[in-house]
């Protein structure tokens, strides 16, 4: 089975959310047949690269509520995320584009480190205070600490067209999907499930995928094989 997650670096629900999920993922029987793929999704697509600003600054603007509210709501995500165990600064955090980051995460997946990358990834932007944003040497150090060699990832955002036309398609089809949110989740391309849902949720939604996964259908035909008995000798 798999299931595919769209998801933001800057998007607390989705740092949550990913927590939530994982250890709904952790419990389930069939654990070890999910094969889980992390797609990107941009919550602010169109930021310059050089567009930063303070988290609470961008959410007066973006929402139009007051400072008070903003703070009390990143007091809310705190708590929420220390609940699953994880780190979360509620003040001097900055919010930027990206793009990049969804670009190295591609690169990562065909290397084999997109979780670690990811992870990391996470924690720099929710939890440390060094910014993810304004320093390109910060996303190779990020890499590196998840294995990539630090050379192919200066390649990677050098050139801004590296893994851009994947970024791009997954933005495209989660919104053939339906979704206008994030996290996103979907389950064998049968179930979605949006949001920081609780664990039950998602183990229901596993439990529930995996029973009504569609049976192997045989083609008919003759041909040799091995079993648990050895296999078939041809004979002239």
């Not at 039950?200 to 192997?216: I, N």
Request: aromatic content about 8%.
């Amino acid at each position: 089975m798999r299931v595919e997650i769209w998801s933001d670096i800057t998007c607390p629900w989705c740092y949550v959310g990913k927590a939530r999920f994982e250890k709904a993922l952790a419990a389930f029987p069939h654990r070890e047949q999910v094969e889980v793929v992390h797609r990107s999704f941009e919550l602010d697509p169109g930021r310059a690269k050089d567009d930063i600003q303070p988290v609470i600054s961008m959410l007066t603007k973006k929402y139009g509520m007051s400072e008070a509210q903003a703070e009390a709501g990143e007091d809310n995500l705190g708590t929420q995320a220390a609940a699953e165990g994880l780190p979360y600064r509620t003040r001097g955090r900055d919010h930027g584009s990206t793009f990049d980051m969804h670009r190295l995460l591609h690169f990562a997946r065909e290397q084999g480190r997109q979780v670690e990358l990811l992870d990391l990834l996470y924690r720099a932007n929710f939890a440390e205070e060094r910014s993810v944003f304004d320093d390109g040497e910060r996303l190779v150090e990020l890499a590196g600490a998840a294995g990539l060699d630090a050379g192919a990832v200066r390649e990677v955002l050098a050139d801004p067209q590296a893994y851009a036309d994947e970024v791009r398609a997954d933005e495209r089809e989660a919104a053939q999907l339906g979704a206008n949110g994030v996290p996103f989740f979907v389950l064998d391309r049968t179930y979605g499930v949006s949001g920081a849902q609780p664990v039950e949720v998602f183990t229901r939604a596993l439990t529930q995928a995996w029973g009504e996964r569609p049976p192997l259908k045989p083609v008919d035909g003759d041909a040799e094989a091995c079993g648990p008995d050895g296999c078939a000798v041809p004979r002239n």
